[in-house]
């Protein structure tokens, strides 16, 4: 029996940028095509230096001994507590008022192909912490399935921003890029969606790694750098680019040693003109993996996440795709920084409505997988 009143529900995301946790409180009614959402309330806590250090060592493949991951899934579950109590504190919200959590947890491993993936941040130690339901583990279902467990984002997509007049393509600049493809009129069964390729992860550690940055605000750096197209041909020639959706992927394949390769590339360039040629990769992959896996170009390309704000890919995405309006979530009612997070909660309130969120047409699981584990606090 589903349960869809009104929730008030926090959602929580730290991405594979490994530089804080998002925090979206949210007002949450309805199931499927009638959800609805209404955020109040967007911060970004950010990671201290040594939490996102070790974080990082453990990431992406990387050796690492249990008992460093064991830690961190306890010390990142305390830090998401101290986080949603300060922007709680901060904005004066009372924890009896919130009736769900749903959070993401930071992956560090993510090998759908060995039916494995791993986010860390237990969410039974923070429903404890905090005395609050929480709904966490969204991935590891699908992946039983067969599928990628990954994009999530695409049943928010669906649910808010399809139309009924025109194709739309939602695309997501986070560490990773990702598409959702939604055609004119589409039922939940006909929705697209996969990962592109690299985003903010790269130009982050190109960033730290040529001028001591954590990323390139504004893209400005880039901006002042002239692209090397011929370079990014050469790069476009990564197995992954070619790869046929459904497909996920992250610091699995796009991490430090990627970088490495990259700089090895660009050796002849300054380092503006670096940055420019990895924003220009970002937005060409985008670019590529519309005209090549969609059955069409849409009329609108729907951006959000941090790379929106990086105006060398945004111009890059313009210049690669002439006939499609590129405008920003914000045009649309949501705060584009907010949407990973605000996904969280979404599906957090469906776990809780007892509906079934995996998509099988963006994952290629066997079927709709139940994602989440709901944790309930103790007494």
């Known amino acids: 029996m589903q349960h869809t009143d009104t929730r008030t529900v926090i959602g ?38 040594d939490l996102r250090s070790d974080l990082f060592n453990v990431s992406g493949g990387r050796d690492s001994p249990v008992s460093s ?41 993510h090998d759908p192909a060995s039916g494995s993936t791993l986010q860390i941040g237990d969410p039974a130690i923070l429903a404890h912490l905090l005395g609050i339901t929480v709904v966490g583990d969204f991935r590891q279902a699908d992946v039983a399935l067969g599928g990628q467990g990954a994009p999530l984002v695409p049943y928010l997509d669906w649910a808010l921003f399809s139309s009924e007049e025109e194709d739309r393509v939602l695309l997501n600049l986070g560490g990773i890029a990702n598409i959702t493809s939604l055609p004119a009129g589409c039922d939940r069964d006909d929705v697209v969606a996969f990962d592109t390729g690299p985003a903010n992860m790269i130009l982050d550690g190109l960033a730290t790694r040529l001028f001591d940055r954590d990323y390139d605000e504004g893209g400005l750096l880039a901006l002042g750098g002239q692209p090397d197209s011929d370079i990014v041909s050469k790069l476009m020639e990564h197995p992954f680019f070619g790869q046929t959706p459904p497909k996920s992927t992250g610091r699995e394949l796009f991490d430090s040693a990627y970088i490495d390769s990259f700089l090895r590339e660009t050796i002849h360039l300054d380092d503006d003109s670096k940055m420019a040629t990895a924003a220009l990769l970002t937005s060409f992959s985008v670019a590529h993996a519309l005209q090549n896996f969609l059955e069409g170009l849409p009329a609108k390309l729907i951006v959000s996440g941090g790379g929106l704000h990086n105006q060398a890919i945004m111009r890059g995405l313009e210049a690669q795709l002439p006939s499609v309006l590129v405008e920003s979530l914000a045009a649309y009612g949501m705060n584009p920084d907010a949407k990973e997070a605000i996904c969280f909660a979404l599906l957090a309130h469906e776990a809780l409505n007892g509906v079934s969120t995996g998509m099988p047409s963006v994952t290629g699981a066997r079927g709709r997988a139940f994602l989440g584990k709901i944790c309930y606090s103790g007494t």
């Open 12 to 49: 929580l995301m730290s991405g594979t940028s490994l530089d804080g946790v998002d925090v979206a409180v949210v007002r949450c009614s309805g199931t499927a095509s009638t959800l609805r959402a209404s955020s109040e309330v967007f911060a970004t806590i950010t990671f201290s230096d």
């Open 69 to 109: 991951i064991s830690g961190l899934n306890a010390r990142l579950a305390s830090t998401y507590n101290d986080a949603i109590r300060l922007v709680c504190r901060e904005h004066d919200i009372s924890l009896d008022d919130i009736d769900a959590i749903g959070s993401h947890g930071q992956t560090i491993h």
